[in-house]
C-alpha cells in the first residue's frame, strides 16, 4: 500500500505519522500522480493543529499537503491535455504528503525538462500566490514597493518578481535574515517597533505599494505608509488589510501562471530557494521545521 504522512486528531505533531493508506482513484477534473516531490507551507501546520477547520473541516485520519510533482499514473473524467507518463506540478485536489497524489488538473501544468521535481513542487501555492499579489499592485519600473516577511516561502517568489520588473524592493525581515533579503534583491529593514520611520527613511518620498505576507501587527505598522489602499494586498490577514482599503489576494488563472513562474526558474529569473529537503519518512520532522516560523524559502518533502 502507498505511504503518506496522516494525523489521526487535530493538535500537535505526535499525532502524525507515516501510515499504508488507500491507493487513491481520479475523479472528474483529476489526476492521479505518483509523487516525486512536495512543498511545504505554514498551512499545512496550521491544518493538523485545527486551526483551519472553521474554513476547510476534514474527515480525520487525512493527510496534509496542498502542492506536489510528480508522473501522472491516470486521468479522471474530462481530463484533456495530460496523459499517463507525463512529469506534472499542481496544486492538490487531496494530499500531497504520500507516494500518490490526486492533483486539479486545471491548476497543474507539465513540468519543463529544465525544472527539477523539488523546484517545481514549490509553485504551486507560495509562486501563484506571489504572482497573484504582484499583480495586484500593477508594479512599473521605479515603483517602491514594501514586502513584508521578505524571506518567508510567499516573500521570496514576491521580492524576485519585483526586482525582474524593475521595482525598487524594501523587505522587512528579522535581523539574522537580511543578508538574505539582500541577495534577493531586496533593501531588508528590521520589523517592529520603529519600522515605519526606518522604512521613511530608505524612501522619504513614499511607497508606492505593500505586499504583505504577515498580517496583523506587521501590517498595521506599515500599512500608514500608503496613500492608496487599493495598491495594498495581503496573502495573510484580510481583515487588517480592508482597515487600510487594502484586500486579500485573490488565486487566478493557476495552469497559466504556473507556466510562467516554471520558465522563469529555468531561465534563472527566479530561484525558490530550497533551504531543506526531508525524505516522506520524516515528512513530520519537515512540518516541524516550517512550524518553527525561522524557515528562509522553503522546505520539501522527496519521495523515491
Not at 523587505?171 to 520589523?191: C, D, I, Q
Not at 519600522?195 to 498580517?215: F, K
Not at 489576494?249 to 530557494?273: F, K, W, Y
Amino acid at each position: 500500500m502507498p505511504r503518506a504522512l496522516i494525523f489521526k486528531e487535530y493538535g500537535g505533531p505526535e499525532h502524525s505519522a507515516v501510515a499504508d493508506v488507500a491507493k487513491p482513484s481520479p475523479g472528474a477534473g483529476q489526476l492521479l500522480v505518483a509523487v516525486k516531490a512536495a512543498g511545504v507551507n505554514p498551512v499545512d501546520w496550521k491544518t493538523r493543529e485545527g486551526l483551519l477547520r472553521d474554513f476547510r473541516p476534514l474527515d480525520l485520519p487525512a493527510v496534509l499537503g496542498r502542492e506536489a510533482s510528480g508522473l501522472v499514473e491516470a486521468v479522471g473524467p474530462g481530463v484533456t491535455g495530460f496523459a499517463p507518463g507525463d512529469e506534472v506540478f499542481g496544486a492538490t485536489a487531496d494530499a500531497g504528503f504520500s507516494e500518490y497524489a490526486l492533483l486539479d488538473a486545471e491548476a497543474s501544468a507539465p513540468k519543463p525538462a529544465g525544472l527539477s521535481f523539488a523546484a517545481a513542487a514549490t509553485l504551486p501555492i507560495c509562486g501563484v500566490t506571489a504572482y497573484n499579489a504582484v499583480a495586484h499592485v500593477h508594479p512599473e519600473a521605479g515603483d517602491v514597493v514594501v514586502v513584508t516577511g521578505a524571506a518567508g516561502g510567499v516573500g521570496v517568489v514576491v521580492v524576485q518578481l519585483l526586482h525582474d520588473r524593475g521595482v525598487r524592493v524594501i523587505g522587512t525581515a528579522s535581523e539574522p535574515k537580511h543578508a538574505f533579503v539582500e541577495k534577493l534583491g531586496a533593501e531588508p529593514v528590521a520589523y517592529g517597533e520603529g519600522v515605519r520611520e526606518r522604512i521613511e527613511a530608505l524612501a522619504p518620498a513614499g511607497v508606492t505599494a505593500i505586499i504583505d505576507t504577515v498580517g496583523g501587527d506587521a501590517l498595521r505598522d506599515v500599512a500608514p505608509l500608503l496613500a492608496d489602499g487599493s495598491r495594498l494586498v495581503t496573502v495573510a490577514d484580510p481583515t487588517a488589510a480592508g482597515e487600510f482599503g487594502g484586500s486579500m489576494v485573490s488565486r487566478h488563472r493557476p495552469t497559466t501562471t504556473l507556466i510562467e513562474l516554471a520558465d522563469l526558474v529555468v531561465r534563472g529569473a527566479l530561484d525558490p530557494n530550497i533551504t531543506a529537503t526531508y525524505p516522506l519518512e520524516r515528512a513530520a520532522d519537515a512540518l516541524a521545521e516550517v512550524q518553527t516560523g525561522h524557515v528562509t524559502g522553503k522546505v520539501v518533502i522527496t519521495v523515491p
